[in-house]
């Protein structure tokens, strides 16, 4: 509840401060170019979302245990997807599905329906073939 408010608040001041749509794939996006106007907050914004999350497991670890079954290679493999995804997308789903909805911009709400009926579709298919 209150991580939900952080990125509202987060996505809210950056809009207002820089004009800018928190989305994380365009924000990386513009961060991993050669240094322009703006690309120290974009590099001062990720650095915020690790440190976050470093804090958070720093001061609570217990609920947070992550274990993947999956090799470093496939991990690899399916983040270059999820980036290739949002470059198809024209965003993630910070931006389309936090910044997009709430500007009630019809591009952004068609993104998140298929994201989340994909994702349904893949969760299906996974529980129910017997791969996961």
């Known amino acids: ?5 952080l990125i509202g608040l987060s996505a809210t001041v950056l809009i207002l401060v820089k004009g800018r749509i928190a989305g994380i794939s365009g924000i990386l996006g513009g961060a991993l170019t050669l240094p322009t106007g703006d690309w120290a907050w974009r590099v001062l914004f990720l650095i915020g979302l690790i440190a976050g999350a470093a804090l958070y497991n720093f001061v609570a670890p217990a609920p ?3 274990a993947f079954d999956a090799d470093t290679p496939l991990l690899v493999i399916a983040g270059l997807l999820v ?3 949002s470059s ?8 389309h599905g936090v910044c997009g909805i709430a500007r009630l911009s019809p591009r952004s709400i068609a993104a998140t329906v298929l994201f989340m009926a994909v994702a349904m579709a893949t969760l299906f298919l996974l529980r129910h073939t017997g791969a996961a």
Do not use: E, K
């Open 83 to 85: 980036g290739y995804g």
């Open 1 to 5: 509840m209150i991580g939900g408010g």
């Open 88 to 95: 198809l997308g024209n965003g993630c789903t910070s931006g």
């Open 64 to 66: 947070f245990v992550v």
